[in-house]
């Protein structure tokens, strides 16, 4: 309750800057990554696509959530942020989008989801800055879906850092494209599949979203840069 009533307030503070967002009662869960006075979140139903703004530490950014499948962001960050748009449930799906992606830093491009039992963070990474990910990854190999690309597979661990279920230690899966895009079709289950035969096992879907990421590689820069993304 606690947390319901905090997403209502945020989102009725930036109903205004955010065109589409829509204040409670159809602010929704799930909870986005653990949230303390320093985090914010909004998370949002419109036309039947769900929204994310998510942001941590000093991070200046404007997320703006369109009409219809359309999002956009504009930011220089030197926290954290995940600025997305697509729906509850996740699961297999084919992902349409277009649009401009354009950043310097740490940063990504990605279709980006989670799951739980187990809690798992998931990328499919079609754009990105600098490539720099916090955690060491660990290499799976790679795998080419026809007509949409090459992919390299990697993993990773976080430990007791935030996710959907508070401060946690999880796993991360990651399909990151060997040629950088902007625009195309993405089938989850290709990669879904890909990752089960290695081992990667994916929990029940909470939401996915097309977003775009920022944050701090620790002890260096920031990430800063540009987006407008259009699903379907």
């Not at 354009?102 to 798992?120: D, E, F, S």
């Not at 990474?125 to 080419?144: R, V, Y």
């Not at 899966?173 to 060997?178: D, I, Q």
Request: net charge positive; with cysteine.
């Amino acid at each position: 309750m606690v947390q319901l009533k905090f997403l209502s307030a945020v989102a009725t503070a930036v109903t205004a800057l955010l065109p589409g967002v829509v204040a409670a009662p159809d602010v929704i869960g799930p909870e986005p990554r653990g949230r303390t006075s320093t985090e914010n979140a909004i998370e949002a139903r419109q036309g039947g696509y769900y929204f994310q703004n998510w942001s941590e530490g000093s991070s200046n950014i404007r997320c703006s959530n369109g009409a219809g499948g359309s999002f956009s962001a504009n930011w220089n960050s030197k926290g954290g942020f995940v600025c997305g748009k697509g729906w509850q449930g996740g699961g297999a799906r084919t992902i349409k989008y277009s649009g401009t992606y354009n950043a310097t830093g740490p940063g990504y491009l990605a279709v980006y989801g989670w799951t739980r039992n187990p809690l798992i963070e998931y990328y499919i990474l079609e754009s990105h800055a600098d490539l720099a990910p916090n955690e060491p990854w660990t290499s799976k190999g790679n795998f080419t879906i026809e007509n949409e690309g090459t992919f390299e597979v990697y993993t990773s661990t976080r430990t007791n850092k935030p996710s959907i279920d508070g401060t946690r230690t999880f796993q991360q899966y990651w399909s990151v494209r060997t040629e950088k895009r902007v625009g195309g079709t993405v089938t989850t289950k290709a990669h879904f599949d890909e990752w089960a035969k290695r081992g990667m096992r994916l929990g029940g879907h909470v939401y996915v979203v097309m977003a775009v990421e920022g944050y701090t590689k620790t002890g260096g820069p920031g990430s800063s840069g540009s987006a407008s993304i259009t699903l379907g």
